[in-house]
C-alpha cells in the first residue's frame, strides 16, 4: 500500500543528485544574497497507522501503531555551490515502541545513521533497496548499530521481527532539502538566486514538481504543496 | 535424481524470473480499510518437488505433500471495537477448493489487562511451531516431523492385536484396521500442523511470561469442528522469556481421542506433552522442540495387553543470514516409537524416521523468497527405507 511505484522512484533517484545543477550560472551564487523557500504541505486523507500483518496464529490482540508521514522537500537540481560540502554528520533512527523514530530522515550523502534499540525486545533493521542494502542482525536495549550511506537515493527499513516496521531514508547529494514538520511546515535556506523546481516527497502521494524562482536579491518565497493521493 | 534436479533447478529460475517481474506491482503490506478496522493479507507458497507416492515421508494426508504443493491463504482480521476482533484465514491447496483453517473471535474482557480470550476455530495453545506464519518463518521447507509425518494409528479404526499394528509400521498414509471404520483413511501425525481444533482459549501475557490454554473438541492429533469422540481436549503452555532472545515453552495436553464408533473398554486419552525453546542473536536464530505423545488404545493389545503406544519428536533448527537477501538454514528431526510386543517380535509399533534437511534462500524482496532444499529421509521399515528429496519454493505474502 505504501510502495513507490517505479517511476516515482527513478524519478525520485534522478531529483535526490543524479541531475547536473541548472538553476544558477557558475559563480552568480557567491555574488547575489542567498534566499529562502518555506510553506506546508498538506497531506491527502488516509490512515495514519500501521498495522501488523494478520496473524491468526497469533493468541492476543495486536494494536494499530501512529505513523507519522513526513514529506521531505527539496530542490531539483540543487544549486552547484550545494555540492561542495564534506560533511559527513551523523543522524539517528531509534527503534521505540515498535517503531522507528523517525519515520522519515532525510540525510546528505555520506552521513552515518545510528540505529540505537530502545525496545525491551529484539529488533533486527534491515534494508533490500538497491541504494543501501544491509542487515544489522537481532541486537537487545541499549545497543546501537550504525550504517553509512554513500550514495544519493530512497532507502527503505524494515524490522526483521515487527513486519509492521518500517521507515524511509533519502540520501540527497546536497544539502537542499527540508523535513516538513508535523504541521507539514518547511524552510530551505540559502538557496542561491535561480530557477529551481522543488519536488516534495511523500510515502503515500505521487512524487510533486512545482517551479520556484529566487530573485536576485534573495528573499523568501512562499510554497504551498496539497499533495494528492496516490 | 539429477536430471531431476536440473529440471528443478531450471524451472524454478524461470518461475523466479517470472515472478519477479511480475512482483512489481504486487502489494507489499497488509491490505486495510481507511479505518484500518480492516486488515487483510495473503501468503501464495509454491514448492516444487519430485513425486513421492511410494514413500510418503511428507504427505499430510493421502493427497497432499508437503514438499510438492501450491498453497493460496488469506487472512483477515476485522476489529469492529477495541476489545473485539474477529480473524479468519481461509486455504486452498494444489487449487482444490477453499477450507477454513481458522475462524474465530478474539475477545479482551478488561481493557487494560492482556488477557484474550478466543472462541471459535482457534490457535493451537500446545508447541511452537504451530504457531508460526510458514511462509516467513519455517527456517526450511519441510515441516517436523512431530507436526506433519502419519503415523500408523487412526481415531475411526484400531487394531485388535498387536500384530495388526506392527504389520502397518511405515503405512501411516494409508493403515487399515479390523475394529472400527474399513474406509481408507491416513493415519493421524503427532500435532497436525495443518489443521486448527474448535473451542474456546485463554491467554495472559506478562512481560516476561505467555501463558495460554485452550478447551477443544478434538485432539492434538485429530483437531476437529464437530465432536466426534466421547470428551473434550484441555491443552495449555507456559512460555517464559528470561532474556531478550531466549524463549522457552512447556506444553501438555490430554483429551478422548477415539471416534465414538469404536468400542472403548475405557477413556482412551492422548495426552502430549512439549518443550520448546528458541534463540536468537545477531544473524543466527536457534530452535528446538520436543514433542511426546501417548495415545490409549481402545482394546489392550494381546499377547502382551499393550494399552497404550507413545512416540517421541524432537528436532533443532537453525537459521543463519549470510547477506541481506542469502540465508542457509538446517533441520535435524527425530520421531521414535515406543516398542510393542506381537506373537513373534517386539518393535517400536511404527517405524522411526530421521530425516535431515538444509536448505538456503534468496529474499528477491521483502515479502518474496525463494528456497531450495536438500531432505534426506530414513525409515525404520516400510516398503521404501530411505529417500532423498530435492525441492524449490517460491512463497510471497503481504
Known amino acids: 500500500m505504501l510502495r513507490l511505484s517505479a517511476i516515482t522512484c527513478f524519478l525520485a533517484l534522478l531529483a535526490l543528485g543524479v541531475a547536473a545543477p541548472r538553476g544558477a550560472a557558475p559563480g552568480a551564487a557567491a555574488a547575489a544574497a542567498p534566499g529562502a523557500i518555506r510553506g506546508r504541505v498538506t497531506l491527502p486523507s488516509g490512515p495514519a497507522t500501521s498495522v501488523d500483518r494478520p496473524n491468526v496464529a497469533d493468541v492476543t490482540m495486536g494494536a494499530g501503531l501512529p505513523v507519522d508521514r513526513r514529506s521531505v522537500v527539496y530542490l531539483d537540481p540543487a544549486p552547484r555551490a550545494a555540492f561542495d560540502s564534506r560533511d559527513e554528520p551523523v543522524a539517528r533512527m531509534d527503534q521505540r515502541n515498535k517503531t522507528f523514530v523517525p519515520h522519515v530522515l532525510a540525510i546528505v550523502a555520506g552521513s552515518t545513521v545510528e540505529f540505537p534499540n530502545s525496545d525491551r525486545t529484539y529488533h533486527n533493521v534491515f534494508s533490500l533497496s538497491k541504494t543501501k542494502s544491509f542487515d544489522l542482525g537481532r541486537y537487545a536495549v541499549g545497543r546501537s548499530k550504525s550504517v553509512r550511506f554513500e550514495r544519493p537515493g530512497i532507502v527503505r527499513v524494515f524490522c526483521d521481527i515487527h513486519s509492521h516496521m518500517s521507515a524511509f531514508i533519502l540520501v540527497f547529494a546536497h544539502r537542499y532539502f527540508a523535513v516538513a514538520g508535523e504541521d507539514g511546515r518547511y524552510r530551505i535556506d540559502g538557496i542561491p538566486p535561480g530557477s529551481y523546481t522543488v519536488m516534495t516527497w511523500n510515502e503515500s502521494a505521487p512524487l510533486d514538481a512545482q517551479r520556484v524562482v529566487i530573485p536576485e536579491g534573495g528573499g523568501e518565497v512562499e510554497l504551498n504543496v496539497n499533495l494528492r493521493k496516490r | ?398
Open chain 2, 1 to 398: 535424481m539429477f536430471p531431476a534436479l536440473h529440471r528443478l533447478i531450471f524451472g524454478a529460475a524461470c518461475l523466479m524470473t517470472a515472478v519477479r517481474a511480475a512482483g512489481q506491482g504486487l502489494p507489499e503490506s497488509p491490505l486495510r480499510t481507511p479505518d484500518g478496522r480492516l486488515v487483510v493479507s495473503a501468503e501464495a507458497v509454491a514448492t516444487i518437488g519430485p513425486t513421492d507416492n511410494e514413500a510418503y515421508f511428507n504427505y499430510t494426508d493421502y493427497e497432499h505433500d508437503a514438499m510438492r504443493l501450491f498453497r493460496l491463504s488469506a487472512s483477515a482480521v476485522w476489529k469492529p471495537a477495541g476489545w473485539l476482533a474477529l480473524a479468519s484465514e481461509v486455504r486452498s491447496e494444489n487449487l482444490e477448493g477453499p477450507r477454513v483453517y481458522a475462524a474465530y473471535a478474539r475477545i479482551r474482557p478488561f481493557r487494560d489487562r492482556p488477557f484474550d480470550v478466543t472462541a471459535g476455530r482457534i490457535p493451537p495453545a500446545f508447541g511452537a511451531f504451530a504457531r508460526r506464519a510458514y511462509g516467513t518463518d519455517n527456517a526450511v521447507i519441510g515441516y517436523p516431523l512431530a507436526y506433519q509425518y502419519l503415523t500408523s494409528l487412526r481415531s475411526d479404526a484400531a487394531p485388535v492385536v498387536a500384530d495388526d499394528l506392527l504389520r502397518m509400521r511405515g503405512r501411516g498414509w494409508r493403515p487399515s484396521f479390523p475394529l472400527g471404520s474399513q474406509a481408507v483413511e491416513p493415519g493421524v501425525p503427532l500435532v497436525s500442523g495443518f489443521r486448527w481444533d474448535t473451542g474456546v482459549g485463554a491467554a495472559w501475557t506478562g512481560s516476561t511470561v505467555q501463558v495460554s490454554a485452550a478447551l477443544t473438541n478434538g485432539t492434538l492429533s485429530n483437531p476437529r469442528v464437530g465432536d466426534d469422540n466421547a470428551g473434550k481436549q484441555i491443552s495449555g503452555r507456559v512460555a517464559v522469556t528470561p532474556i531478550i532472545g531466549l524463549v522457552v515453552g512447556a506444553s501438555g495436553a490430554a483429551g478422548e481421542w477415539l471416534a465414538r464408533g469404536l468400542p472403548a473398554a475405557g477413556s482412551a486419552q492422548q495426552r502430549a506433552f512439549g518443550a520448546d525453546a528458541e534463540y536468537s542473536r545477531g544473524h543466527w536464530i536457534v530452535r528446538g522442540e520436543l514433542v511426546f505423545s501417548r495415545w490409549a488404545l481402545p482394546v489392550p493389545l494381546p499377547p502382551a495387553q499393550a494399552g497404550a503406544v507413545s512416540a517421541l519428536g524432537r528436532w533443532v533448527e537453525g537459521r543463519y543470514r549470510l547477506t541481506p537477501r542469502v540465508f542457509v538454514a538446517g533441520r535435524i528431526d527425530h520421531l521414535g516409537f515406543s516398542r510393542l510386543t506381537g506373537s513373534s517380535v517386539t518393535l517400536p509399533w511404527d517405524a522411526p524416521v530421521s530425516r535431515v534437511e538444509a536448505a538456503a534462500g534468496y529474499y528477491l524482496r521483502r515479502n518474496l523468497v525463494a528456497r531450495m532444499a536438500v531432505q534426506r529421509n530414513r525409515r525404520d521399515g516400510g516398503r521404501v527405507r530411505g529417500r532423498t528429496i530435492p525441492s524449490v519454493q517460491l512463497a510471497y505474502w503481504f
